[in-house]
């Protein structure tokens, strides 16, 4: 695969917060950025060459995009997977369209992943109704999950029996969905993967991840687990990236069970909220990664310069009349970066921005991130 260099035209299907910071690691290294997305005020469109605004699946502009671009990415997994098969007829397209259709798709998903030697927690894979008549006892206590265009807890349902399993179903619409057993955790992690090629890969320092209401709250780096667990957990995800055949960056989500084995959750086939902490404490960055893999380049570096926290911040944070918040706080402290996305408007759960805070320790970081936060 010949290396695609600057100052060559990229092009990113989403315009978010993951399109706005990759459009800065790519003017960064040198390239010109054309995003397509269907809001106008799309923040990534602020660092962008071109904003094609139109939907996903807008004939005109994918032609455009196919022409004018080198080599086209995706900021999230519910982009139009057709859309992505369709592009790579014409242009380079990573990851492909058949890895991001596994990863919108749960049941394909959690069937991927076993394929790949991985555990996941028991599921039962729910595509009618007839599917939920059967005995629900090894997944109970469960969680209901729909199949397609969930995340940050949305379109999931705590079950305790088989009756609230099959209310919550029918309250889904009937839907496809998996119904997946509850674990008893100690914590969860996630490991980020580049992958250009079999024989070029790299994987960034486990995160331990802490969520609030079903969304992302802090990461902390590095994990604080044994080593060998940390270890084990960037290997799977390694070989579910090999066994995917996957070229770009892809996410991996894990459980740590009490007996401190690791079960595979979820995967997300881009840069993840939870690899935040590398724009601040690594050698390279994920997005930095994102474009290094969609044009063929050797991944680089992962290495982790400091610990760190990473601590997302959300509408929540911004005063009812839509004031900012203190921020003062964080740019008096020298250890830490504010990074906010350039959303017009404040909305609870709405992600708006994060800072990282590096210190000796991840736990000096995790108490420092934390005292800042309570005086935002």
């Known amino acids: 695969m010949a290396a695609i260099l600057p100052p060559a035209m990229l092009g990113i299907l989403g315009g978010g917060q993951l399109g706005r910071m990759f459009a800065v690691a790519a003017k960064t290294m040198g390239y010109r950025v054309t995003v397509l997305d269907p809001d106008e005020a799309a923040p990534a469109a602020d660092f962008a060459d071109r904003h094609l605004c139109a939907p996903f699946n807008d004939p005109a502009a994918l032609e455009d995009l196919a022409k004018s671009c080198a080599a086209v990415t995706t900021e999230f997994e519910n982009v139009n997977a057709d859309a992505m098969r369709q592009l790579a007829k014409t242009t380079r397209v990573s990851p492909s369209g058949d890895c991001v259709a596994i990863a919108q798709d749960r049941i394909a998903e959690k069937a991927w992943i076993r394929k790949a030697g991985l555990p996941t927690a028991p599921y039962l894979a729910i595509q009618s109704v007839e599917d939920i008549q059967v005995e629900l006892a090894p997944y109970l206590p469960g969680i209901l999950k729909t199949a397609r265009l969930g995340y940050d807890g949305k379109g999931q349902v705590r079950v305790s029996n088989a009756e609230e399993a099959r209310a919550a179903y029918a309250n889904l619409g009937g839907q496809a969905c998996v119904l997946e057993k509850m674990l008893d955790l100690q914590l969860e992690v996630s490991a980020i ?66 007996d401190d084995s690791l079960v595979v959750n979820e995967i997300a086939p881009r840069p993840h909220n939870s690899g935040h902490y590398t724009l601040t404490a690594c050698l390279t960055d994920q997005f930095q990664q994102q474009v290094r893999a969609m044009c063929g380049l050797l991944p680089g570096r992962t290495d982790l310069l400091s610990p760190v926290v990473m601590v997302n911040l959300l509408g929540d944070v911004w005063k009812d009349n839509g ?51 309570d005086t935002l």
Do not use: C
């Not at 209401?213 to 044994?226: C, H, M, T």
């Open 323 to 373: 004031a900012q918040p203190n921020w003062d706080v964080l740019a008096e402290a020298p250890n830490a970066q504010l990074h906010l996305y350039g959303k017009k408007s404040a909305r609870p759960g709405r992600k708006m921005g994060h800072f990282n805070v590096m210190a000796a320790t991840a736990d000096e970081a995790l108490d420092q991130a934390r005292a800042l936060k």
């Open 193 to 258: 993967v580049t992958r250009v090629s079999a024989t070029q890969s790299a994987v960034f320092p486990v995160a331990e991840n802490i969520h609030a209401g079903g969304i992302l709250d802090e990461s902390i780096v590095p994990a604080r687990i044994k080593p060998a667990l940390a270890a084990e957990a960037q290997g799977m995800a390694m070989r579910l990236a090999e066994a995917l055949d996957y070229v770009g960056v892809l996410a991996v989500e894990f459980f740590v069970l009490a």
